[in-house]
């Protein structure tokens, strides 16, 4: 349930609603926009169903909210939320372009990539230090010594850095150097990885689960909000269908629908979502044209040498190219780049 305050409210005014809502037991969730002040009610809200609030003086309205997410809701919240990292602002008119290998895999291919990458105009570089792999028996990622080279590469090129997580435990140590914690597709419903990044204070960049449903990815947005970290982001990277052709079939649908649904930063991954470079460029102008707010996209200077993802890796100057089109097709859907 969401109370709308009438935009002439009072602090008095708004503060009583809160009070009633906190005598009732419930904890709420302000949110003070440009028009007006919302007061969300957190946690399973039915046994306040009979109160009226819309008769305390400044209330211009009780909504009820169907959808199980809440914090993550538009009603909640109707403007776009902006989610800032060392300067970039991410869900604003700016498109948001993270770009990386998969994997850190040595000083000199990280730099080289990050170096590429930001001559190219990304905002933020990716690559995982930890990777988790369908099988035990293939690279999994060089650990802490991925972080650290992270960090050089942030020092180097000035791009903030995303890398995942991959459990609760993992959190402090990753979070000494990233700025930004990916939760993969495959921890998309690891609830304690969720809580525990919930209750830190760094970004979290939430991907779809392989099999997991748009509402189900925004319920994961909601573990991570209902911790009070409000700087959550979320990933359409492709769900397991019929389809064999392509690695993933990336749910473009996702894109509208979740913009519609919430007001965090949407995004698409055209790497994970076909698994094939050559279809990378094409998916992601469409994502973009369908109104994603960033794409997250693989980039190896050699993929043929990947120790991961190379099939579906960019090379830099494919990556230039792309660059250079998602610009144009900026400007004809009203961002920029
Ligand atoms: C990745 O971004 O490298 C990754 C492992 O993605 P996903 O969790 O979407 O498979
Ligand atoms: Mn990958």
Redesign the pocket.
């Known amino acids: 349930m969401i109370v709308v305050m009438k935009s002439l409210a009072t602090p008095g005014e708004i503060n009583a609603v809160v009070n009633q809502i906190e005598t009732l037991g419930f904890q709420v969730h302000l949110s003070h926009g440009t028009e007006r002040t919302i007061i969300g009610v957190v946690g399973d809200d039915r046994p306040l169903q009979n109160h009226n609030f819309e008769m305390l003086n400044g209330v211009e309205k009780v909504v009820r909210i169907l959808q199980p997410f809440k914090l993550a809701s538009r009603d909640f919240h109707p403007e776009n939320t902006i989610v800032e990292v060392r300067g970039v602002q991410i869900g604003g008119p700016k498109l948001t372009i993270i770009a990386g290998p998969?994997?850190v895999e040595s000083r000199s291919q990280i730099l080289e990539t990050a170096h590429a990458v930001k001559e190219a105009g990304a905002d933020i570089l990716?690559?995982?230090a930890y990777?988790?792999r369908t099988s035990p028996y293939t690279f999994q990622g060089i650990g802490e010594e991925g972080l650290e080279l992270l960090a050089e590469a942030r020092e180097a090129t000035g791009l903030p850095i995303i890398t995942?997580v991959m459990s609760p435990e993992a959190v402090p140590l990753v979070g000494q150097y990233t700025d930004i914690y990916?939760?993969?597709?495959?921890?998309?419903q690891n609830f304690t990885l969720l809580q525990a990044v919930g209750k830190t204070r760094l970004p979290v960049f939430v991907?779809?689960g392989?099999s997991s449903t748009a509402q189900e990815l925004l319920m994961a947005a909601e573990y991570v909000l209902s911790g009070g970290n409000h700087g959550v982001m979320v990933?359409e990277?492709?769900i397991r269908t019929f389809e064999t052709a392509t690695r993933?079939t990336l749910d473009i649908n996702a894109i509208p629908l979740l913009k519609q649904w919430t007001h965090l930063p949407v995004f698409a991954?055209p790497?994970?979502g076909t698994g094939k470079w050559d279809l990378v460029a094409p998916i992601a102008k469409g994502c973009i044209a369908a109104g994603a707010d960033g794409l997250?996209i693989?980039v190896h200077p050699r993929p043929e040498q990947a120790l991961?993802?190379g099939a579906q890796s960019l090379k830099p100057e494919r990556f230039v190219e792309l660059m250079s089109d998602l610009r144009r097709l900026a400007a004809a859907v009203g961002r920029v780049l």
């Open positions: 998969c994997a990716r690559a995982g990777k988790p995942e990916q939760v993969g597709a495959r921890n998309m991907k779809r392989l990933c990277r492709g993933n991954d790497s994970h997250i693989e991961s993802d």
